[in-house]
T-cell receptor, first 115, second 110 residues
Framework: DVKVTQSSRYLVKRTGEKVFLECVQD?????MFWYRQDPGLGLRLIYF???????EKGDIPEGYSVSREKKERFSLILESASTNQTSMYLC??????????????FGDGTRLSIL | TQLLEQSPQFLSIQEGENLTVYCNSS?????LQWYRQEPGEGPVLLVT?????EVKKLKRLTFQFGDARKDSSLHITAAQPGDTGLYLC??????????FGGGTRLMVKP
């Protein structure tokens, strides 16, 4: 079974802090994704990565950056946290074959509160 | 940006009732996936529909992909309390990216 592990289940930070959310997958997947989930809005894609050191903006990248130094690890960075970034953050991985229709495998999420 | 409209947003029903969740878009997707999410966990894939008009069944759950590959539905027959959860449709686009609908929160009361 694919295991996607997010480092924290709950996180409380203050406005202006630099925040790191970590995600590790154990299946040697090529693709990794970061989403935020808000009630009624579903999941919205922040950033994704097709390979080590590669990153692409998703639909809502403003205020975020990412890092992928190793294949198994994908980090989401909030450069200067703001209250409107309070949300549930979900990391996912995918094997990477285009149009394979394989699932994205999700971590259990990090609930981040910015005070 | 491709959008997926999912309805209803909330559904509270009694055990044994039937229900249908709808997922609509003005855009064509190569395929569409349905996920289910339980509290405190990430979404888990239920099914992928690929061909226009395709129907897939998973026990009491029936998934249909519209002929034009722009819409999909999930029908649950004789709902059980164990069906309670958040149901998400997601259109598959280039690069294995997903566009998610807003979700349907289903509660099935015993």
């Amino acid at each position: 079974d694919v295991k996607v592990t997010q480092s924290s289940r709950y996180l409380v930070k203050r406005t202006g802090e630099k925040v790191f959310l970590e995600c590790v997958q154990d299946m040697d997947h090529e693709n990794m994704f970061w989403y935020r989930q808000d009630p009624g809005l579903g999941l919205r894609l922040i950033y994704f990565s097709y390979d080590v050191k590669m990153k692409e903006k998703g639909d809502i990248p403003e205020g975020y950056s990412v890092s992928r130094e190793k294949k198994e690890r994908f980090s989401l960075i909030l450069e200067s946290a703001s209250t409107n970034q309070t949300s549930m953050y979900l990391c996912a991985s995918h094997e990477g074959t285009p149009y394979s229709n394989q699932p994205q495998h999700f971590g259990d999420g990090t609930r981040l509160s910015i005070l | 940006t491709q959008l997926l409209e999912q309805s209803p947003q909330f559904l509270s029903i009694q055990e044994g009732e039937n229900l249908t969740v709808y997922c609509n878009s003005s855009s064509v997707f190569s395929s569409l996936q349905w996920y289910r999410q339980e509290p405190g966990e990430g979404p888990v894939l239920l099914v992928t529909v690929v061909t226009g008009g395709e129907v897939k069944k998973l026990k009491r759950l029936t998934f249909q992909f519209g002929d034009a590959r722009k819409d999909s539905s999930l029908h649950i027959t004789a709902a059980q309390p164990g069906d309670t959860g958040l149901y998400l449709c997601a259109g598959v686009r280039a690069g294995n990216m997903l566009t998610f609908g807003g979700g349907t929160r289903l509660m099935v009361k015993p």
